[in-house]
């Protein structure tokens, strides 16, 4: 069973860089990741100014089902189970996350609370983007931010094919 997460997020995390003295670093790190390993070096470095590095032990729970906080995950390295709860208000793991995905996507987009829990079972390296920054990040590079929005609808959308998959093979006959 999970449990609650107190305090702040970052209580549990160690910063590793952020801004223009990381960016390199997070630049290298973003490039590896799904949804930029389409982009340009120049696009994916514009973006990497507004994240900010994190190295999460195993154990940390780094989103908290039904906890308002906006702010996504791109995983550098290491691994994440996803739960959710259940009607029986047991949670239940529904994935396993590993480098190169992303998590909390629909939270930057939506504003509202997260629709799962994420709990790091391998020691991982997060790159951490919040609404705000994705919203600085939007007015100052438009046409970046676009590719961005499109890649992350894409990203969701396949999400949720894959998921609708599933769901078929519970449903009644």
Do not use: C, W
């Amino acid at each position: 069973m999970v449990t609650a997460r107190t305090g702040s997020l970052f209580d549990n995390l160690e910063q590793l860089g952020s801004g223009n003295s990381y960016v390199v670093e997070i630049t290298n790190m973003l490039e590896r990741s799904d949804m930029f390993r389409d982009f340009n070096r120049q696009d994916v470095e514009s973006f990497a100014h507004y994240f900010q590095a994190y190295a999460a032990p195993k154990g940390v729970m780094v989103l908290e089902e039904g906890r308002r906080d906006s702010y996504m995950f791109v995983i550098a390295s290491g691994k994440l189970d996803i739960f959710k709860s259940s009607n029986d208000s047991d949670e239940k793991k529904i994935a396993t996350v590993r480098a190169g995905k992303t998590i909390g996507e629909m939270s930057i987009l939506d504003g509202m609370n997260h629709s799962a829990t994420a709990v790091v079972v391998e020691p991982a390296v997060l790159l951490l983007l919040t609404k705000s920054r994705f919203e600085q990040f939007m007015q100052s590079e438009p046409e970046v931010a676009l590719k961005v929005l499109r890649k992350m609808a894409q990203l969701m959308s396949l999400r949720l094919r894959q998921t609708s998959g599933m769901l078929i093979d519970h449903l009644p006959k």
